[in-house]
């Protein structure tokens, strides 16, 4: 996945959600205003928060798909991670302030002052929450396949902010039902189920992050893949090991090779670059591969277990 296209998708994403935000929050803070509703107007502003943290996602995606420079000879891509970061902080922050107004609410009895009934101001506040599940149900499944595509943790992370969103409109929804049917309290509580919502949602997200930003490395499956690569490629007789680290959205592998020993320099480093061609094109999402050759020699099982490269086991250096 080239930066252009990924930069490409995630601006066009970004957009489209800012727009679709910006008048889904002006629609729900009215419905919300006209009919008294907490929840409805705590929900309004979950939508405006969602305006902002898309265009964190956008800043730090331009960013990230920056070419390498002199500062950054890997790159940007962990720019990325640090707007996913933020994204996360910005949820936390707007669901412990909705949480806040919600047990605030119960303690001082103001929940007791809305006393709508199915009129015109209790069906606008049924009505604006119920449009409010839809179109960010839609929002989400718009943008995760874009976050998909592109294999972006920043556009994921803005996804799930959508979904959050929807999950609180539910909340909401039966926060003013209840109170059209004299059940007043449910809409502050409503609140405090909003609030549970987005700081989980945000954990997720801050965690998710700083495992991109610390080194992880990549699943189970995704490394057998890589191993099985190698091991098929010419002139490979074993993989003696494998590394792999994610950086941003994009992979580093480091693998440790073992060929003839009786084979010329040039040969042994054409195999090695036969390789580092090889997973560069053949995953995607790999941005660099280091490929180290062993000599292998006769007699040696050809067959060794597959292992993953550490401080204590890895092989001699020769």
Known sequence: MQSSEMEKTAV?????????????????????????????????????????????????????????????????????????????????????????????????????????????????????????????????????????????????????????????????????????CGVHVLDPIACIVICVLIIKAAVQIFVDSIKKMTDESCDDKTEQSLKEFIAGCEGVMRVDGLLTRKFGNRIYVITEIACRQDLPLYVAHEYAESVHKGIEENFPLVKHVTVHVNPYKDGQQEEAPLQTIDEESAPPQK
């Open 12 to 180: 066009k994403t970004s957009v489209v959600t800012i727009i679709i935000n910006a008048l889904l929050t002006i629609f729900k803070l009215l419905a919300g205003i006209f009919s008294m509703s907490y929840a409805l107007i705590s929900d309004a502003i979950h939508s405006a928060s969602d305006v902002f943290s898309t265009i964190i996602v956008l800043i730090g995606v331009k960013i990230s798909s920056k070419k390498a420079d002199k500062k950054h000879p890997f790159g940007h891509e962990r720019f990325e991670c640090v707007a996913a970061v933020l994204l996360a902080a910005v949820l936390f922050a707007t669901g412990a302030w909705i949480g806040y107004t919600g047990i605030l609410s119960i303690i001082n009895g103001s929940y007791n002052q809305n006393n709508y009934d199915l009129s015109a101001a209790g069906i606008a506040a049924i009505v604006a929450a119920a449009v409010s599940i839809v179109v960010k149900e839609g929002m989400f499944w718009y943008t995760i396949r874009a976050a998909k595509k592109v294999n972006s943790s920043a556009l994921k992370a803005d996804a799930w902010h959508h979904r959050s969103d929807a999950l609180s409109s539910i909340g909401s929804l039966i926060g003013i039902v209840g109170a059209v």
